[in-house]
């Protein structure tokens, strides 16, 4: 037996401060978006490398605040890619953890948690 990939699904509220925080800050792609009908909530999909996230605006389906950790081989390249965007909501750091890892957390627009941790 193999479990495979994890596919979180995060809370989110408005699609035009997740594609702003997603897309244009983190640099994800958006895969596919789906509303049942036009005035309905979105649920999205984006993905930056093997990291894929579902962004939903349905009730049920998650609640705000979550905490992710992805694995990223290249921590400080992407710190300073996210630097020099100049984000205007967001300026995350590198901390030195005391378990020996280096990580960067930052917090969406919905009050979820992403941990950027250097692999391995």
Same mark, same amino acid.
């Given at each position: 037996?193999?479990?495979?990939?994890?596919?979180?699904?995060?809370?989110?509220?408005?699609?035009?401060?997740?594609?702003?925080?997603?897309?244009?800050?983190?640099?994800?792609?958006?895969?596919?978006?789906?509303?049942?009908? @036009? $005035?309905?909530?979105?649920?999205?999909?984006? !993905? =930056?490398?093997?990291? %894929?996230?579902?962004?939903?605006?349905?009730?049920?389906?998650?609640?705000?605040?979550?905490?992710?950790?992805?694995?990223?081989?290249?921590?400080?390249?992407?710190?300073?890619?996210?630097?020099?965007?100049?984000?205007?909501?967001?300026? @995350? $750091?590198?901390?030195?953890?005391?378990?020996? !890892? =280096?990580?960067?957390? %930052?917090?969406?627009?919905?009050?979820?948690?992403?941990?950027?941790?250097?692999?391995?």
């Amino acid at each position: 037996m193999n479990l495979s990939r994890t596919t979180p699904i995060l809370r989110s509220f408005d699609q035009a401060k997740a594609v702003e925080f997603y897309v244009d800050f983190l640099g994800f792609r958006i895969d596919f978006e789906h509303r049942f009908e @036009p $005035g309905l909530p979105l649920y999205m999909q984006v !993905s =930056r490398g093997d990291c %894929v996230l579902h962004l939903s605006e349905h009730h049920g389906d998650a609640c705000p605040g979550a905490a992710l950790r992805i694995e990223v081989d290249a921590l400080d390249e992407l710190h300073a890619e996210l630097q020099a965007k100049r984000y205007g909501n967001a300026r @995350p $750091g590198i901390e030195e953890t005391p378990w020996g !890892s =280096r990580e960067m957390s %930052v917090r969406d627009p919905f009050g979820n948690r992403l941990t950027f941790t250097n692999a391995g």
